[in-house]
């Protein structure tokens, strides 16, 4: 059988899991609308999928045929191929998720994993967000701008909620599910009361990390909390933003403190946390060190619900970003970098991210210069998010989403 063939017959079979989606329960229905315009979340194909000749072809026989997919399909929409070729049945997904790499080893997002594993690092993953002013509701997808039939690849939504003292913005994998315990919740962003602070929750430690509870609000027992329910949100960054007391004319100043990722992942043989799955139920064991053992691995609830939980690098100095210094335009009268091609309209929420250094780390020059985020307006309500190593498209898209909120003393 050609190879052409073998692909055509995985279109078939995605079309055909799609119909037996859609003749299934409402979930199953929930599910095939998402199919095309989402990353699919591990957990969509928990259930056993009717197997056929396929599931019983030789591990070399199957290796090669996927590895020849993964190698053909290195674009959006086509490469939802390889998101099918893991749902055919376990040894299938165990073989696909061996073949393909981290958005860091090959620069391509496939699973829904990828959204929290570091970028590439040598070109940047492109983007783009679009602003729903009416339901304040934020879009990232995946590509350089907007395509004309409007069928771009949604990454992450994110849902802004205002508060008495505070604001939200909820980050979900889907579109229209913005609760905190649906399994496609993926973390949030809060920030002070003056939108001058802003702290970065993930729903799931980025590695091995040590945790540090919060002060005690309510307490739940470990077996009560359900497994579909994100248990906690692990504290992964701090974004500040410097007061304008003075009302002086230039850009707003900000700092990234990535709390989970350590300085050396940009020193020469540094590397970041890189998860590998999402967790698929609540570890008890996480918890259970820093308690009694007389409350039976009790967890730290605050009044939302979640844990306050704080990930650090163990002994290790976390990165810390910093925005790029614009320079003076006297023929344009306005503060100017430059985002090669990527950003086409003057605004007050552009900026370029960079690490900040000292000498004595011995960061090579060329890395200190890398910029390592970027975000800009190019249209009404259409911005562009470039990120690479060592961000995730997640930790940078809910650093592009503070530069939504009103700051009115920063400006």
Request: hydrophobic letters at 35%; charged letters at 25%.
């Amino acid at each position: 059988m050609s190879f052409k063939s073998i692909v055509r017959e995985l279109r078939e079979m995605k079309d055909g899991i799609g119909n037996i989606s859609r003749r299934g329960a409402e979930r199953k229905q929930h599910w095939s609308n998402r199919t095309r315009s989402h990353i699919v979340p591990d957990v969509a194909f928990s259930d056993p999928i009717e197997q056929g000749q396929w599931a019983n072809l030789p591990p070399e026989l199957l290796l090669d045929i996927i590895r020849r997919v993964e190698e053909s399909e290195a674009s959006w929409p086509a490469r939802s191929v390889i998101v099918f070729c893991a749902s055919v049945c376990k040894s299938w997904r165990e073989i696909t998720k061996e073949i393909v790499k981290t958005p860091e080893e090959c620069g391509r997002l496939t699973f829904p994993i990828s959204l929290k594993q570091p970028g590439p690092r040598e070109s940047p993953i492109q983007c783009f967000i679009k602003r729903d002013r009416a339901n304040s509701v934020y879009r990232l997808y995946f590509g350089m701008t907007p395509s004309e039939d409007e069928r771009d690849k949604l990454l992450l939504a994110a849902k802004k909620i205002r508060r008495a003292t505070s604001t939200d913005f909820v980050i979900s994998l889907v579109a229209d599910d913005f609760s905190r315990a649906s399994n496609t919740y993926a973390g949030k962003l809060r920030s002070n009361f003056l939108g001058t602070k802003f702290s970065i929750y993930d729903s799931q430690p980025p590695s091995d990390a040590a945790i540090q509870h919060g002060r005690l609000s309510r307490r739940f027992h470990a077996k009560q909390v359900s497994p579909r329910v994100p248990a906690c949100n692990y504290r992964v960054a701090t974004i500040s933003y410097e007061l304008n007391v003075l009302r002086t004319r230039g850009p707003r100043r900000m700092h990234c403190a990535m709390h989970s990722i350590p300085l050396s992942s940009i020193q020469e043989g540094g590397s970041a946390p890189t998860p590998t799955s999402f967790p698929q139920s609540f570890d008890e064991k996480t918890f259970a060190a820093p308690l009694s053992k007389a409350k039976e691995s009790a967890i730290e609830i605050n009044s939302s619900g979640f844990s306050r939980s704080a990930v650090t690098v163990a002994s290790q100095e976390p990165l810390v970003l910093k925005n790029k210094a614009p320079r003076w335009h006297e023929q344009l009268q306005c503060w100017c970098l430059n985002f090669k091609g990527r950003v086409t309209v003057a605004s007050v929420k552009n900026f370029q991210l960079v690490a900040a250094v000292d000498p004595s780390h011995n960061i090579p020059v060329a890395e200190q210069e890398k910029v390592i985020l970027q975000f800009g307006k190019i249209g009404k309500d259409i911005f562009t998010m470039d990120y690479r190593y060592p961000l995730s498209a997640f930790q940078a898209f809910a650093i592009c989403l503070s530069s939504f909120d009103t700051k009115p003393a920063c400006e």
